[in-house]
């Protein structure tokens, strides 16, 4: 298990957020588990009631909890959204923003809890849904929105002077 920090990128403050977290647990055989652990006013945070787990496209226009992997030496990746909602998205890209045609095998299982100023979503992905190779990199994000309508873009490393979490030089951490 290894937890990161996510920083907030400099142009989308918000004073409202105290720390983001993600916890990492890699089962090569059976999934790879990620738990953001988001603390502060979320009084001042816009999180999406709960639904049914189910596809929801679009996830990323409101708080929303975002893994891309790639496998070394690959400009291929894939990004997968987790709302604290419930609902999910997977998307498969053969280069920077190229959007190609894939279905996950398996949904991932999202689990949701909001104790004392903190909302923690767990978020399992199937390793299978994973890019093939023998070493992987993550990019680990998060899409914040306050009550205002303000979003803040968090990540491991915000490699340019505008958010993009498609950028390949913002997945950083190697997971081997």
């Known amino acids: 298990m290894t937890i990161k920090i996510l920083h907030c990128h400099p142009a989308t403050p918000n004073d409202s ?8 647990e890699r089962d090569a055989g059976t999934c790879l ?16 009631a709960a639904k049914p787990s189910a596809v929801g496209d679009g996830l990323w226009q409101h708080t929303c909890f975002e893994a891309f992997a790639t496998a070394a ?4 990746y894939r990004e997968f959204n987790f709302s604290p909602s419930g609902e999910w998205a997977a998307y498969a890209f053969g280069d920077y923003r190229e ?4 279905s996950i095998g398996t ?23 994973l890019p093939a190779g023998a070493r992987l990199h ?14 803040s873009y968090w990540a491991l490393h915000h490699p340019a002077e505008k958010p ?5 030089a913002g997945f950083v951490y190697p997971l081997d």
């Open 138 to 151: 993550l990019g680990l994000t998060a899409v914040i929105e306050s009550i205002d309508g303000n979003i």
């Open 33 to 48: 588990t990620l738990r953001y652990r988001l603390a502060g006013n979320l009084e001042k945070i816009l999180i999406p």
């Open 164 to 168: 993009d979490f498609h950028d390949c």
């Open 99 to 102: 959007r190609m045609p894939w």
């Open 73 to 76: 030496g690959t400009s291929a």
């Open 17 to 24: 957020i105290g720390s983001l977290s993600v916890e990492i």
């Open 107 to 129: 949904p991932p299982v999202i689990e949701v809890s909001q104790p004392q100023d903190q909302l923690l979503l767990t978020a399992r992905i199937a390793a299978d849904d």
